[in-house]
């Protein structure tokens, strides 16, 4: 008569005992084999602090995890039997190929501010790519302004990728650097703290030119806007005046005023 059996007793029946001795056994052979692994636990800490939105970081962290939807991931979790890369016909479209490794993504890479390295960068393992690029950002102080793109590099090389799959549009390497780098340099310049972005402002050379005053006669500055065969127009002016000066320059700049606003009425009133 056939029945079950309890391989780790003698007697063939199950005890709490040489269950609880099993599992411990297990436990230990996990952990020896994690210890022949490099951790991955340092770059994962460190994604969440990179400077970038938080859609991004997190999908760094997946990039090492591993829990992108690639076709590969999808083959193997049973949902698809196509592992093929949808851009370029590779036989297996990895994490590591869908973000380095591609034709387009390495031509992106290519395009940016990071030097390709053969066999170093970018190589066939997602985590020393990740590595470089987590290192690079830390130590290399006078390209960061560079590196601080790279979450966006990743981020859009994804983005192109969606895009050939579920709407059939195939975006260029250099369009999805383009969007890479305007959209980090907005998120930039709207993360500036205050102090640096009035520095910022302040720094910037002004459109607005003036011609030298003398500080003895009064000056009148005016403008205007309008629209081309529109009805309404619109006038603005100020007028400058030393207190110190006599009644007859007070008179002068006042008809300076009533000129100037007949001039511009004769030319571009309604």
Not at 68 to 81: D, G, N, Q, V
Not at 167 to 196: F, H, V
Request: aromatic share 12%; net charge negative; proline share 6%.
């Amino acid at each position: 008569m056939d029945g079950y059996a309890w391989n780790y007793t003698k007697s063939g029946v199950y005890s709490v005992k040489s269950g609880y001795a099993r599992l411990q056994k297990t436990k230990m052979c996990e952990a020896e084999d994690q210890v022949l692994q490099p951790s991955i636990t340092g770059l994962q800490s460190h994604v969440w602090s990179i400077p970038a939105p938080g859609k991004m970081k997190h999908f760094m962290w997946q990039a090492l995890t591993g829990c992108i939807a690639t076709t590969e991931k999808l083959a193997y979790r049973h949902l698809s039997t196509d592992m093929s890369c949808p851009r370029c016909g590779d036989s297996e479209e990895t994490i590591n190929h869908l973000l380095f490794e591609c034709p387009l993504a390495l031509q992106v890479w290519a395009l940016s501010d990071y030097s390709s390295l053969p066999d170093y960068f970018p190589s066939t393992s997602v985590y020393q790519n990740m590595n470089l690029l987590f290192r690079r950002k830390r130590n290399v102080a006078y390209m960061e302004p560079l590196i601080e793109n790279f979450p966006w590099i990743l981020w859009y090389i994804w983005k192109a990728r969606n895009e050939k799959v579920f709407n059939g549009k195939e975006i260029s390497p250099g369009d999805t650097l383009q969007l890479a780098s305007i959209e980090a340099e907005c998120w930039r310049k709207a993360n500036l703290p205050e102090d640096e972005e009035e520095d910022e402002l302040q720094s910037a050379p002004s459109r607005v030119s003036t011609l030298p005053v003398n500080p003895q006669c009064p000056t009148c500055q005016i403008d205007a806007s309008w629209v081309d065969n529109g009805t309404v127009s619109g006038l603005g002016g100020s007028t400058r005046i030393k207190w110190e000066l006599k009644d007859l320059v007070y008179k002068d700049a006042g008809r300076a005023y009533q000129l100037s606003m007949q001039r511009w009425k004769d030319s571009y009133g309604p």
